[in-house]
């Protein structure tokens, strides 16, 4: 039987923060804090890096759902479906 990959869940973004992390929930949405201003993608690829450091993967792993315009994001990063919910459920829980 082949090992589940892929985990996807929702976001929420903060840009223009003052400490970027990424950590504790926005209802039932990671949050995630970025510098980066929200104009021409740049908050889009700093969650992407911020994710990909967090869940330690490579940014080629991290997709934000194209149509994402918005603080709320669908995220889905490719990988060992196990340890990425760990690993959310330990981001999750830190504040």
Do not use: Y
């Amino acid at each position: 039987m082949p090992e589940e990959t892929g985990f996807a869940f929702w976001i929420h973004v903060s840009p223009r923060a003052k400490r970027p992390s990424v950590g504790g929930l926005h209802g039932d949405a990671l949050r995630v804090a970025v510098a980066a201003v929200p104009e021409a993608g740049r908050a889009n690829a700093a969650c992407v890096r911020a994710l990909a450091e967090a869940f330690q993967v490579p940014r080629r792993r991290v997709e934000l759902d194209p149509g994402s315009r918005h603080r709320r994001k669908r995220v889905r990063i490719d990988g060992p479906l196990e340890t990425l919910e760990r690993r959310f459920r330990e981001l999750a829980g830190a504040s």
